[in-house]
């Protein structure tokens, strides 16, 4: 373990496809398998690589480094975690209750819309609506997750939308892109973690809806036996993403931590001045090795 990191590593991953299924071209956050291989042991060689609960309760995490995934998607389970467990690493799997049950990820549809070029169909469908006006076709992807905008309201006008344009048949075979529960690996070294029902923005949510995504995504974990972390991932993780309610419906359901993704590392650990839930810090890892070493030592201001 190198000790020139001063600071505790959270990376994130989601999707580790050889090949990005069709339909998800764009914006997916991915990193091929050889790449993933590659990152892991260059990680292995500068930290010591531990699990997130040993993470979260360590009281130095210098030098410390935990590898974390969300969203499920299926090829993790095929691609990635398999050879974490032959390489007996521990990572921390973020799911959603509802995706795993077999809806499709609303993010996904939007991916859907942008690879087929329909931002601008979509909008005039809808062009009557109030809330569609909060969306504009060349920012698509960033404007569709706007905090102000219910997900879920986006997430029903895109069911609408592809039914009304016949579309269901090819957005069906974005249903195999999240993994299925009986594809989730039960292993000592492999953990789940609350990631909420949906995926949706919560802070776009009313209180009743964004208690709802957390509740039950707890409860789903609880009635299974997997390995499972007591820590939240926020959906998306930036500042506006969540608000003092996520916290609050959090520590009510009995999760202990807060996990955001803001590009950062973990020097001091915050604490929510309400619930006083420690938070910490993840970075998403850019698709090559070299470019997780230049951001790894960029965000702990190694030069």
């Known amino acids: 373990m190198s000790a020139k990191y001063q600071g ?35 990680l292995r060689n500068q930290f010591e690589i531990v699990s997130l609960d040993d993470f979260v309760n360590a009281q130095d995490r210098r030098g410390l480094a935990t590898i974390t995934f969300d969203d499920a998607y299926a090829d993790l389970f095929n691609q990635a975690i398999p ?17 795993v049950g077999g809806r499709i990820f609303w ?10 070029q329909l931002e601008k169909d979509f909008l005039i469908f809808f062009e009557k609506e109030e809330w569609a006006k909060q969306i504009r076709a060349e920012r698509f992807y960033k404007d569709s997750k ?32 999240i993994a299925g529960e009986s594809e989730l690996i039960n292993d000592a070294l492999v953990c789940y973690g609350n990631h909420s029902a949906s995926h949706y923005v919560l ?42 309610s996520t916290f609050l419906f959090a520590k009510k359901a009995g999760c202990t931590a807060v996990l955001m993704s803001r590009q950062a590392v973990n020097k001091v650990v915050q604490k ?32």
């Open 8 to 42: 505790g590593h959270i990376l994130l991953y989601h999707g580790v496809f050889e090949s990005i299924p069709t339909g998800l071209e764009s914006r997916l956050h991915n990193v091929c398998p050889d790449e993933f291989r590659r990152q892991i042991k260059w």
């Open 83 to 99: 050879w974490l467990i032959e390489e007996k690493l521990p990572c921390t799997v973020f799911l959603n209750s509802n995706l």
């Open 272 to 303: 929510d001045t309400v619930t006083a839930l420690p938070i910490f810090e993840r970075y998403m890892t850019p698709p090559t090795l070299e470019e997780l070493v230049h951001l790894s030592r960029e965000l702990d201001q190694i030069a």
């Open 146 to 177: 706007r905090p102000g905008l219910s997900s879920k309201r986006v997430d029903q006008a895109l069911d609408v939308f592809f039914a009304a344009k016949q579309l269901d048949g090819p957005l069906n075979s974005l249903t195999k892109v």
């Open 203 to 244: 802070s776009s949510l009313p209180p009743e809806q964004q208690c709802e995504e957390i509740r039950s995504c707890q409860t789903w974990l609880r009635e299974r036996e997997y390995f499972c972390t007591s820590s939240f991932a926020a959906p998306f993780g930036g500042a506006n993403d969540i608000d003092e």
């Open 107 to 116: 993010r996904d549809k939007v991916r859907f819309i942008l690879s087929r």
